[in-house]
């Protein structure tokens, strides 16, 4: 298992680098004569961290880190995509709530966290992650969820929609015939803010506990769902990020933030568990928007 565990590590590694890379490029490519054509191209900012776990049965021990990498540019207003892995023994009251830690509290989790709130309205928000995590048990969870900001965009029938949806089905397709329909289906179901009766944004696939017994196949399925985000994220990005935009635009990407942020602080498993585990409080709310308001 310490192999494989290396292996899920320095995959969530390799894909931070290529998301990055994609992203930067993105920036360089931002047309002089539209909004902030003119500044500088962003680049990404790494900062490194090391755990440190509140439980004493993890006193004067390594509990792992990860690193934080932040980019405000021209393109991205605020992007991150963090990786981290970690490791030690849940707290009494949060291993009964985690599979395979009722009875030995010691865990080991390691993954990549993405989320980019856009200058350009028309650019929809987006959010990817994918995680492996070892108890007595193991298993893969992940996946992405498209966030259109303006109303008009909102709704799956979009070129936007359907090319990340594709995306994602094609991953999918590629190992369970049912994949799709059953993620898809888990991700409107997941990603939806209870208390206002609203979807966050259009969906794509969410998955959790994923152990068929085949360690290699659930991760090659992994590493194809982050392949598929770079697929079905970036073209949309250089699609739209050249477009005008205008300030009643502006004013309900702002407003749309808000909802996002509501979700996030209120609904997100991934906040809870960094919370719960003692992880980086700036990388758990990496996620939050530069900007937002509420009407």
């Not at 962003?42 to 990860?66: I, V």
Request: aromatic letters at 12%; one cysteine or more.
């Amino acid at each position: 298992m310490e192999e494989n565990k290396q292996r899920a590590s320095a995959w969530f590694a390799d894909l931070r680098d290529q998301i990055c890379a994609a992203f930067e490029k993105l920036e360089d490519d931002l047309a002089p004569d539209t909004p902030h054509g003119d500044r500088d191209p962003g680049r990404f900012e790494r900062t490194s961290w090391n755990r440190e776990s509140t439980n004493p049965a993890d006193a004067g021990l390594d509990t792992g880190g990860g690193t934080m990498a932040v980019m405000k540019g021209r393109v991205f207003e605020k992007v991150g995509v963090n990786i981290s892995t970690v490791f030690g023994n849940f707290s009494p009251e949060f291993a009964k709530q985690i599979d395979g830690a009722e009875d030995d509290p010691r865990f080991w989790a390691a993954g990549i966290s993405l989320v980019a709130h856009m200058w350009n309205p028309h650019v929809p928000a987006v959010h990817m992650n994918t995680r492996h995590i070892v108890t007595t048990k193991w298993w893969f969870g992940g996946g992405g969820d498209l966030n259109p900001v303006l109303t008009k965009d909102r709704n799956k029938e979009t070129k936007d929609a359907k090319h990340f949806h594709g995306a994602y089905k094609n991953a999918c397709d590629d190992h369970g015939a049912d994949y799709y329909e059953r993620y898809t289906k888990w991700c409107d179901e997941y990603f939806f803010n209870v208390h206002r009766n609203e979807p966050r944004g259009v969906g794509g696939i969410f998955y959790d506990r994923l152990n068929t017994g085949d360690w290699n196949e659930d991760f090659a399925f992994t590493q194809d769902v982050g392949r598929a985000f770079i697929e079905g994220y970036v073209p949309l990005v250089a699609r739209h990020m050249n477009e005008p935009w205008t300030a009643e635009e502006r004013e309900e990407q702002l407003v749309y933030r808000g909802r996002y942020a509501e979700f996030n602080l209120v609904y997100d498993r991934g906040t809870k568990f960094g919370l719960q585990t003692g992880g980086n409080i700036d990388a758990i709310l990496m996620s939050l928007p530069p900007e937002a308001k509420w009407p």
